[in-house]
Every structure is written in structure tokens, then in C-alpha cells.
């Protein structure tokens, strides 16, 4: 007990206070499949008494109608984000067609051989609405509507300007000590976000929970999974499947040497990837047989949100601002912690210790 009190007053700094993260603030994004009472994935829309997938600020869906999105406001706690991620719940969950259930874990329920079923999300017939949905027909032309419907939870995390002044006060940088706040929180965030890439194979070593998936995820693909019981299959001593070759992966993003450096390298790198043309995305076409458009564009990244990353920095849009703008205007806000399995043996996908672990 000596020993480890002593190491941590020689670690902190005497000058930092708790006082310093007032104002710190966590919000979460959780993904859910809706499941038919047979098992296999929803083919319902999504439940209308719930509002506008388009405009609803709490209950949304991501790539399909079947995959449900939860979002919490930002809280200054961990109870509050989790009582309102509970309360928003209990609110779907009474909305839901007789027999569906929510699915809880990350991997998917069953799902047909026929990918097509797997029913593109659906905004409405405004221009943004459609936008939407070609978006995530161009996803499912790229990758395959299947690999479209995993589910994870998002943590977003905030620190208070007071915190990041008190840090550049106390720099022996000169050129640190020179720059703005604003510049000064972005390189703070970047800092934070490689800590966490370095330190994310115990992330999904702790709070991995995809070490198993239904044989229907995997129809006409190759893998090396094992059989467990009759339908399903996994690794042994695997904790998230989610995270590896099965999950979310695209090979020309691998090419694109996004760093995490700092902001001004990042936004380059994704920009570049947004105006870039792929060869193999090129030969798919941009329309369909029928004339209907399939994909926005050729390039690596259709939009900026099709960057898979295990963290993002982020900052709110405001009207007319895409992400990287919003990021060059105003600076890094705060960061979006992805490689976060669903937790089964929550009813809301993520507990008080995850929430902990991962602010820790």
C-alpha cells in the first residue's frame, strides 16, 4: 500500500485537482437488431409510433430498418447516461411488434440467404432521406449487406476546457504553451485517441463479446471458424469477432495512411480518401441495371463516416458543416471510443463497469 501510494504522488502532478473535471461529460450510442420471434432478423419497418428515423433525436437506425440506433444525451455522469440509455429502452420496447425482441449481442441473429432481405434503412423522400439510404445501398454493394448488420456501442467522451487550460499552463513546450486552446484541446484529444489505439487489444480483450456467430453470417464466404453446436460457429479463446476479419473491414481504407498525429494530417488523409476513385469500387458501377443509382461515388470512402476507425475524434456539425469541417472550424470536441462489443448480460448493451474501464 506504501509502495503504490507513493509511485501514484510521484506520477500526478501536485497541481492537478478533481476539480479540474467538472464538466466532463459521456454520452453512449448503442446498436440493436430487432429479431422476429423465429430467430431470424426483422422485415418489418421501423415501428412508426416511434417517430422519424430521419429527425428523432434519440431512437434512429443505422444501415438497416432492422438495426435500431439509441443515443443519450451528453451526461455528467455515468448513472445519468445509463438511466437515460434505460429509459430510451423501455420506450422501444413497448413499440416493438408482437414477438420481436431486441437482439443482444453484437454478431447477428439469423438471417436469410438472400441478402436482399436485409432491408436498406429508409429517411423519407427528402433529398437528405434518400441520400441516406444510397449511402447504405453503397455500402452493401462494396461489402456485402451481411457484414452491415454487427452491432456495437459507441462511447463518447468530453473534458472541459478548464482541464485543457490548467494542461497548457504546466507544459515545458514552448511552442505548446503558444498555441490557441482550441489548438492546444485538438493535440490533447490526438493524444488521447493514440492511447487508446495502442491500448485497444485489451479493450476487446476485456469487453469483447462476439467470440461466436450464427453459420447463416457466413453464407458463400471462406473462414477458418470452428463448429460449436448446430449452427453456430467460433474461435476458441476468441473474445470479438466484431473487431477481426469477419467485422467491419474494408482493404482499400488500409491503403490510405491516416494518422493520428494531429488533426491538420487526419482531416488531409480522409479527405483524400473522399476524393480518390478505387479501381474495384469503379468497376461495380454507380447504377444499377434498372438506371437506379447504387453508390454516391467511386471513391474510397463514399462519405466520411465510411472511415472504419477504432476511435474518431469528433465535433457537433453545425447547418451546412460536414464532420471535417466542423473539425477544422472548431477543433476536436470530444472522441468516439468504437471497439466496444454489445454486452449480453446487460438488458441495455453496456454496464457501470465497462462505462468505467473505458474512462479510466
Not at 499552463?169 to 486552446?181: D, F, V
Request: hydrophobic fraction near 35%.
Amino acid at each position: 500500500m506504501t509502495h503504490a501510494s507513493t509511485m501514484s504522488s510521484s506520477v500526478i502532478p501536485s497541481w492537478i485537482d478533481a476539480s479540474l473535471c467538472n464538466g466532463m461529460l459521456r454520452g453512449i450510442e448503442r446498436e440493436s437488431l430487432r429479431m422476429q420471434s423465429n430467430g431470424f432478423l426483422s422485415q418489418s419497418s421501423h415501428p412508426q409510433a416511434l417517430g422519424s428515423a430521419l429527425t428523432h433525436p434519440h431512437i434512429t437506425t443505422d444501415y438497416s430498418e432492422a438495426l435500431m440506433e439509441f443515443i443519450t444525451t451528453p451526461k455528467s455522469s455515468i448513472a445519468e447516461a445509463l438511466n437515460e440509455l434505460t429509459d430510451i429502452h423501455c420506450v422501444v420496447h413497448e413499440q416493438l411488434e408482437a414477438g420481436e425482441k431486441l437482439w443482444p449481442l453484437s454478431m447477428p441473429c439469423m438471417l436469410d440467404d438472400d441478402e436482399d432481405n436485409i432491408q436498406l434503412a429508409q429517411y423519407g423522400s427528402s433529398n437528405i432521406g434518400r441520400f441516406k439510404t444510397l449511402y447504405r445501398r453503397g455500402l452493401g454493394v462494396r461489402y456485402g449487406r451481411r457484414m452491415q448488420t454487427i452491432s456495437g456501442v459507441h462511447y463518447n467522451l468530453s473534458f472541459p476546457d478548464a482541464l485543457f487550460a490548467a494542461l497548457q499552463q504546466h507544459e515545458s513546450n514552448a511552442q505548446l504553451k503558444q498555441l490557441s486552446l482550441q489548438d492546444y484541446r485538438s493535440h490533447r484529444y490526438f493524444g488521447l485517441i493514440r492511447n487508446f489505439i495502442r491500448l485497444t487489444p485489451l479493450v476487446m480483450y476485456l469487453l469483447g463479446a462476439s467470440p461466436s456467430v450464427c453459420r447463416c453470417f457466413l453464407t458463400g464466404r471462406e473462414h477458418h471458424l470452428q463448429p460449436l453446436d448446430k449452427g453456430t460457429l467460433y474461435l476458441p479463446e476468441a473474445t470479438a469477432l466484431r473487431m477481426g476479419r469477419l467485422g467491419y473491414q474494408n482493404s482499400a481504407q488500409k491503403q490510405l495512411g491516416i494518422h493520428y498525429n494531429d488533426l491538420h494530417g487526419y482531416l488531409d488523409g480522409l479527405q483524400r480518401a473522399v476524393h480518390t476513385p478505387y479501381p474495384a469500387f469503379s468497376a461495380l458501377g454507380l447504377d444499377d441495371e434498372s438506371g437506379e443509382p447504387m453508390q454516391i461515388n467511386d471513391h474510397v470512402l463514399q462519405i466520411e463516416n465510411e472511415y472504419y476507425s477504432l476511435v474518431r475524434p469528433k465535433q457537433v456539425p453545425q447547418a451546412g458543416e460536414t464532420p471535417s469541417q466542423a473539425l477544422k472550424n472548431r477543433g476536436v470536441g470530444y472522441v468516439e471510443l468504437r471497439a466496444v462489443d454489445v454486452n449480453p448480460y446487460s438488458a441495455i448493451g453496456i454496464d457501470e463497469h465497462s462505462a468505467g474501464f473505458l474512462e479510466s
